[in-house]
């Protein structure tokens, strides 16, 4: 009798402990559930939008999202956000694939490989959910509509401005680039060299150097530059890790304030210099901004205002209307500038 | 009732008693831990089917069975392993390396067939490497498969570098991705069934398999049995490289994507639904249909939270706590049975030192 007591007791303690697990998992899931079934049969359009970046926890995607959120919650929609905790490329099949299940309205990803999500987003797109990228595209046939946060000529222009606007127009400037074969940074150094060659004749670009997006070399390439051209009248760096050693490597030295950086740096790493003089003004798009126009994107194509054809428009909210350009692109407009006055306003 | 009987009647039989008999059968089938697992994983079910949206479409069948097959598959052989106190954690990485031979392999223009049986092969040959630096060079197999884990790896991201094969013969991959006709079943699940079935033959009812516990309790006994340690083991690395080259040609027409880095992490996925199972990381114990619940259970878990909308760190974070408490169930059900053996051997002194005087 003894013995039996105690296992059948044992086997109570089992069955609490599985019952318990069970409640304590079902809590959780009732209060975060709200996202995709409400939306599913609220009104004639479901205007649930979820957002999927390339992973949480990312300060810049928190952003994208926050912006997102705020457009999502002027027109009246459902706002959700999921992702993998790690951008590897197939971690957000799952996620793509429980949205679908989900049946919501529209999904806004910003894809971590073009090819390994296609198959999961025409799954998706086959239970009828519209599908949105940002930041970095899918193959165009695995989406509605791209988001593109900037084109080539806009990234080029506006470091070419802000490079004449800060040296007067005049004078020696070098390029401190990522690596030697990138591909992005070759396209818009060319195109800043046509940019100066054309518009402002008496800036010579003398020197591009490569630090390899590798901040110590940025850093040596910076202090090798200004120690060659004693003439130089400022740097352009357009990549992130570039111009942050080279406002680094600037504002310890002589040449702080004497010689002008800008190019494409985020304002979180650049707050420092900016604060100080080293810089003046850096560029890079909005994610906030990125966020939203996605969000309302999403919303004109699940209220079939478009279908993403080349030619639709569409109002996003504060940011105006908008047109659907060739390969159903949707472009957010020219880089945003930030400079002493608005840095305070974003953390990314 | 028919417990108490043999502790009530004095003991006129052998002293000896077999402790796997000790118990009733009902008891035997019921009270063991992959039977918790199993019924853990039938209340999840049931729960989310009633709790979670979404959660009864034919789709999560199809996508829950889809995602979690490479993880079924290699639990097979990381089980047998397992038991025999090894471990591999190359597996991952044999994925990898397998999918990027899959895909080169098509790129250069190879028949898929051929592309696919090349890269099992491959595989297979990194099982072989693994097998032989653990028995004939007899390093432990942790520091070994954490070698050829970085090792395979490198050699997977350094024939591909970061680009990717994504181009792969229509046929093929639909025949990864499409369901069994009729149902919304996933066909991958028909390759599964079957070596599931020779994986619980060879394991449960084959002196092959019976010598993997043995190992697993005490390999010098073992090998005092006569059973060949080093070749049992041997075998049992060559087949999860050669089953983890079949997961990554699998994987690689899932997401028809062939990288370097493709199913990075699986490892620890696979090994902690082996141990959520019910398989004990010192070997010598576990079955097979526990394992195949451990793996059913934390993909069904995942997958209803996130339809649930719970973000991926709280995912991890319950999967982690749960394997935890299923470790920490297993040590506290064997200090259990001890003080209840112990029980029991007390009170037969006392019944025999009352009977004596």
Redesign the interface.
């Known amino acids: 009798?003894?013995?039996?007591q105690?296992?059948r007791r044992?086997?109570v303690a089992?069955?609490a402990?599985?019952?318990a697990?069970?409640l304590a998992?079902?809590g959780?899931?009732?209060s975060?559930?709200?996202?995709?079934?409400s939306g599913?049969d609220g009104g004639d359009a479901n205007l649930s939008v979820t957002f999927l970046p390339k992973n949480?926890g990312n300060p810049y995607f928190d952003t994208s999202s926050a912006g997102g959120q705020e457009a999502v919650e002027e027109f009246g929609g459902e706002f959700?956000e999921?992702?993998?905790?790690?951008a590897?490329?197939?971690s957000q099949?799952?996620?793509i694939?429980?949205a679908?299940?989900?049946?919501v309205g529209a999904l806004v990803v910003s894809a971590n490989?073009p090819?390994?999500i296609?198959?999961a987003l025409d799954e998706a797109s086959g239970?009828g959910v519209k599908v949105v990228t940002f930041d970095s595209d899918t193959n165009p046939e695995c989406r509605d509509l791209f988001i593109n946060q900037a084109t080539a000529e806009g990234i080029a222009k506006v470091q070419v401005d802000l490079i004449a606007e800060q040296i007067g127009d005049e004078g020696q400037v070098a390029v401190l680039s990522a690596s030697a074969n990138a591909t992005n940074q070759n396209a818009w150094i060319e195109m800043m060299e046509e940019e100066l060659a054309a518009s402002h004749p008496d800036i010579e670009l003398v020197e591009v150097v490569y630090g390899d997006d590798d901040d110590q070399t940025s850093f040596d390439k910076t202090a090798a530059l200004l120690q060659t051209y004693p003439e130089l009248k400022g740097i352009i760096s357009p990549t992130t890790v570039g111009i942050a050693a080279a406002a680094r490597y600037l504002s310890t030295s002589e040449y702080q304030g004497q010689v002008a950086l800008t190019g494409l740096g985020t304002p979180n790493q650049m707050r420092e210099y900016v604060e100080d003089g080293t810089v003046t003004a850096f560029a890079l798009w909005n994610p906030a901004d990125l966020g939203y126009l996605a969000a309302y994107a999403a919303q004109a194509l699940i209220t079939g205002e478009i279908t993403g054809e080349e030619g639709d428009t569409f109002e996003a909210g504060k940011l105006g209307s908008y047109e659907v350009g060739a390969d159903g692109t949707v472009l957010l407009g020219d880089p945003y500038v930030f400079d002493a006055d608005n840095i305070g306003d974003f953390d990314f | 009732m028919t417990?108490?009987a043999p502790?009530s009647v004095p003991d006129t039989r052998s002293a000896r008693t077999y402790a796997a008999y000790s118990r009733p059968l009902w008891?035997r089938v019921l009270?063991t831990r992959e039977s918790?697992i199993i019924?853990?994983l039938i209340?999840?079910i049931a729960?989310?089917l009633a709790?979670?949206?979404?959660f009864d479409?034919p789709?999560?069948v199809t996508?829950l069975l889809r995602?979690i097959a490479p993880i079924l598959l290699i639990a097979l052989p990381m089980t047998l392993i397992i038991i025999t106190e090894e471990i591999d954690l190359s597996v991952a990485s044999v994925v990898g390396l397998s999918s990027v031979m899959t895909g080169i392999l098509t790129q250069a223009g190879w028949p898929f067939a051929l592309a696919a049986i090349t890269a099992i092969l491959v595989g297979t040959i990194a099982g072989v490497v693994n097998g032989f630096l653990v028995t004939v060079v007899g390093l432990p197999s942790l520091a070994v498969t954490i070698g050829t884990l970085a090792l395979f790896r490198g050699i997977a991201v350094g024939l591909l570098g970061t680009t990717?094969v994504?181009d792969f013969p229509e046929f093929w991959s639909d025949l990864a991705?499409d369901n069994i006709p009729g149902t919304p079943i996933p066909g991958i699940m028909i390759p599964f069934v079957v070596l599931a079935i020779a994986f619980a033959i060879l394991l449960h009812f084959t002196p092959f398999g019976r010598s993997l516990y043995a190992i697993g309790l005490n390999k010098e006994a073992a090998s005092f049995s006569g059973i060949n340690v080093g070749r049992t083991k041997f075998w049992l690395f060559v087949m999860s490289g050669a089953i983890s080259g079949f997961a990554g040609v699998y994987f690689t027409l899932l997401?028809?994507?062939a990288?370097g880095?493709?199913?990075?992490?699986l490892e620890l996925q696979v090994i902690a639904a082996v141990l959520l199972g019910g398989v004990s990381i010192f070997g010598g114990r576990g079955a097979l249909h526990g394992v195949i619940a451990g793996v059913l259970l934390i993909g069904v878990?995942?997958?209803?939270?996130?339809?649930?909308?719970?973000?991926?760190?709280?995912i991890?974070v319950?999967t982690g706590v749960?394997l935890v408490?299923s470790v920490v169930?297993a040590s506290l059900?064997a200090w259990?049975r001890r003080r209840?053996i112990s029980?029991?051997g007390k009170?037969k002194e006392r019944e025999l030192a009352a009977s004596s005087s």
């Open positions: 009798m003894f013995t039996k105690r296992s044992f086997g089992i069955t402990a599985a019952a697990t069970v998992l079902t959780c899931a009732s975060g559930d709200g996202g995709g079934d599913g949480l959700a999921v992702g993998p905790t790690e590897s490329p197939t099949v799952s996620f694939q429980t679908a299940q989900q049946g490989d090819e390994a296609c198959d239970a | 417990a108490t502790a008891r009270l918790a019924g853990l209340v999840v729960v989310s709790v979670v949206p979404n479409s789709l999560t996508y995602d990717a994504t991705k997401y028809s994507n990288r880095d493709n199913a990075t992490g878990l995942g997958s209803a939270l996130r339809l649930a909308g719970v973000t991926s760190d709280i991890n319950i749960l408490l169930s059900l259990l209840r029980a029991i009170k």
